[in-house]
């Protein structure tokens, strides 16, 4: 089969479609003949070399996919040839066919076509598992989600929404905050010309925000324990910002407020199955009710991945960027 592979860390460029070993489903796992993956900016710092894929993963990118299944390995159920499905990967998701752990699939929803499906995995698992499993968002709360443009961040701003919480959001253009407003973003700022930490006590009667969704990492870590509401939860995901900064914890202190960083990609499969199961019962009904639906930007070819990976790079985009296999 063939795959997108990096024959070497650089830019865009290096991105090679290549023949590679097809993959075989081991106990436990299917074989996926992949309909469309999606771009994540994880792709891109595993294409620089600062990302690399963990042991036993593929070493060609992708963290999500959809297709068929098209090979079961020992002791799956559940699953048969031919169903339509999505699945969160530990890598190899710009590729023909990929094996994945049967834990980390998903339906198809209803509503989706299968290569839209392929836009939610990473996302969906994602915001579900660090805003409302991990830092417990409930309705009538707030969130403030940095980058709310983004795929996780148009996931997280319908998701919230959906479950009743007040959502702030930054993002850096005006069509961009215009576009979070449209996903039901009660409040949006331009991180290049307002300051979110007074925005979010002006949304909030002074009181500040419940949970902090953060893709920047150590440029907005003081602002963001300032913008944290008492009791409030600080979640990391991202280190777009810089990964070192000092704190005063006498101000995390002072609010009783926690402060969590997480990664996805690493865990355990048990894990991952666990946050997948979660997804499911928790989040699929509202994808099918038509309450969350993917962002997709733009749709590259699979074998075009680096026009791919510089459209993400130039920033322009709002939601997922996808790769569709001609």
């Not at 799956?76 to 890598?91: F, I, K, N, S």
């Not at 049967?102 to 299968?114: E, F, I, T, V």
């Not at 309705?139 to 989600?145: A, D, Q, R, Y």
């Not at 979110?196 to 002074?206: K, N, P, Y």
Request: charged residues 20%; hydrophobic residues 45%; contains cysteine.
């Amino acid at each position: 089969m063939r795959a997108v592979t990096i024959p070497q860390p650089g830019g865009p460029e290096v991105l090679t479609w290549a023949e590679v070993p097809d993959p075989v489903a081991g106990p436990g796992e299917v074989v996926l003949d992949v309909a469309a993956s999606a771009v994540n900016r994880a792709d891109l710092l595993q294409r620089q070399g600062h990302y690399p894929p963990p042991p036993g993963a593929p070493a060609y990118p992708g963290l999500e996919a959809s297709g068929r299944v098209a090979a079961l390995g020992e002791g799956v159920d559940g699953w048969a040839l031919g169903d339509e499905a999505c699945a969160l990967l530990a890598g190899g998701g710009y590729a023909e066919r990929v094996a994945v752990p049967a834990g980390q699939l998903l339906p198809r929803p209803g509503g989706l076509s299968l290569e839209e499906s392929a836009a939610l995995p990473e996302t969906v698992c994602t915001v579900w598992s660090n805003v409302f499993v991990l830092a417990a968002l409930q309705p009538g709360e707030t969130l403030l989600v940095h980058g709310g443009a983004s795929g996780i961040g148009t996931t997280a701003i319908q998701l919230a929404k959906a479950l009743g919480a007040q959502v702030v959001v930054t993002a850096g253009t005006p069509e961009k905050l215009a576009r979070c407003r449209g996903l039901g973003a009660d409040v949006a700022v331009s991180y290049r010309h307002e300051d979110f930490v007074e925005a979010v006590r002006g949304a909030t009667g002074g009181r500040g925000a419940d949970v902090v969704l953060d893709v920047v990492g150590a440029a907005y870590l003081q602002r963001n324990v300032e913008a944290l509401a008492v009791n409030g939860r600080l979640v990391v995901i991202g280190l777009q910002g810089g990964r070192r900064a000092e704190l005063d914890l006498s101000a995390l202190m002072a609010k009783r407020a926690a402060l969590l960083a997480t990664s996805l990609r690493s865990r355990p499969v048990a894990e991952k199955a666990a946050v997948v199961a979660s997804v499911r019962e928790h989040v699929w009904p509202l994808v099918a009710a038509g309450a969350l639906r993917p962002v997709v930007d733009r749709r590259f070819p699979l074998a075009d991945a680096a026009a791919a990976h510089a459209h993400l790079e130039s920033g322009t985009h709002v939601g997922k960027v996808l790769l569709v296999r001609g």
